[in-house]
């Protein structure tokens, strides 16, 4: 074979495992549980969610006994994740949007804070496993 055609070749096989190549996962997905109080209209609201491959799921309780799930998508960079969601609540308060961060405390904790339009402003505190 001719030199070149090899070189080309060489390249182009470690290009494409470099492109192609699986990244290096966990052996199992385990959840990040967190835990939330916030406040609206001068009433305490309470959630509970957990987040696995960059999506969450957080069940609430807010103003006036209205419980709902929310279903968040985040965005993971290297520091923060931003996230942005969507959910329904019971006693008529219908459809809810939200949207907050979480930032990595430490190793094993982290923090965040968001907004529900129905559970009003929140902190969360979360654990990682």
Same mark, same amino acid.
């Given at each position: 074979?001719?030199?070149?055609?090899?070189?080309?070749?060489?390249?182009?096989?470690l290009?494409?495992?470099?492109?192609?190549?699986?990244?290096q996962?966990?052996?199992?997905?385990?959840?990040? +549980?967190? %835990?939330? =109080? *916030?406040?609206?209209?001068?009433?305490?609201?309470? @959630? !509970?969610?957990?987040?696995?491959?960059?999506?969450?799921?957080?069940?609430?309780?807010?103003?006036?006994?209205a419980?709902?799930?929310?279903v968040?998508?985040?965005?993971?960079?290297?520091?923060?994740? +931003?996230? %942005?969601? =969507? *959910?329904?609540?019971?006693?008529?308060?219908?459809? @809810? !949007?939200?949207?907050?961060?979480?930032?990595?405390?430490?190793?094993?904790?982290?923090?965040?804070?968001?907004?529900?339009?129905?559970?009003?402003?929140?902190?969360?505190?979360?654990?990682?496993?």
């Amino acid at each position: 074979m001719n030199k070149a055609i090899i070189v080309k070749l060489m390249i182009t096989s470690l290009g494409c495992l470099g492109l192609f190549a699986p990244s290096q996962v966990a052996a199992q997905v385990i959840p990040q +549980p967190w %835990v939330s =109080v *916030g406040g609206k209209d001068g009433e305490t609201t309470y @959630a !509970v969610g957990a987040r696995a491959l960059n999506l969450g799921v957080e069940l609430g309780v807010g103003p006036d006994g209205a419980t709902g799930v929310d279903v968040l998508k985040f965005l993971r960079l290297p520091v923060v994740s +931003p996230y %942005v969601g =969507v *959910g329904y609540y019971s006693e008529d308060k219908g459809v @809810a !949007v939200s949207g907050g961060l979480q930032v990595g405390a430490s190793d094993r904790f982290f923090v965040g804070a968001g907004y529900n339009s129905v559970r009003g402003v929140n902190g969360q505190l979360g654990i990682r496993f």
